[in-house]
C-alpha cells in the first residue's frame, strides 16, 4: 500500500485548503482511511477517518463543522477539505490506512502512512 498526501500549503486564518491522499497497491474495501496531523514539538493527533466501503466518518472536537474528509473511488483518493482555517491548525498533516471496516482514531493502529503534506495557517 502506498499513500501520496498533497494539497498543504499557506492559508489565511478563515480561508481553506483540500489535502488528498492517493492511494495504490490494492483495493481499500474494508479499510478506514484516516488524516493525523503534528504541530513542531506535539504528539501526532486525529482528525479525520472514513471507512472506505460505507463512507462513515469521525472527526476529532476541534475541526467538526469545519473540516469534511470524503472518498473519491473512481480516483482510489481520500479528501480533507478544510474551511474556516484557524492558526492552531497549523501542522504536517499525514493520511494513513488500516485494514479495518470500524472508524479507527488511535495513530497507533494504522499500518500504513503517507509521507505528510505541512499546512500553516497565518493569522
Known amino acids: 500500500v502506498q499513500l501520496q498526501a498533497s494539497g498543504g500549503g499557506l492559508a489565511q486564518a478563515g480561508g481553506s485548503l483540500r489535502l488528498s491522499c492517493a492511494a495504490s497497491?490494492?483495493?481499500?474495501?474494508?479499510?478506514?482511511m484516516g488524516w493525523f496531523r503534528q504541530a513542531p514539538g506535539k504528539e501526532r493527533e486525529f482528525v479525520a477517518v472514513?471507512?472506505?466501503?460505507?463512507?462513515?466518518?469521525a472527526y476529532t472536537d476541534s475541526v467538526k463543522g469545519r473540516f469534511t474528509i470524503s472518498r473519491d473511488y473512481a480516483k482510489n483518493t481520500v479528501h480533507l477539505q478544510m474551511n474556516s482555517l484557524k492558526p492552531e491548525d497549523t501542522a504536517v498533516y499525514y493520511c494513513?490506512?488500516?485494514?479495518?471496516?470500524?472508524?479507527?482514531?488511535?495513530?497507533?493502529?494504522?499500518?500504513?502512512w503517507g509521507q505528510g503534506t505541512q499546512v500553516t495557517v497565518s493569522s
Open positions: 497497491g490494492r483495493t481499500f474495501s474494508g479499510y478506514s
Open positions: 494513513a490506512a488500516v485494514h479495518n471496516p470500524t472508524l479507527r482514531v488511535g495513530a497507533y493502529e494504522y499500518d500504513y
Open positions: 472514513i471507512t472506505w466501503s460505507l463512507g462513515t466518518t
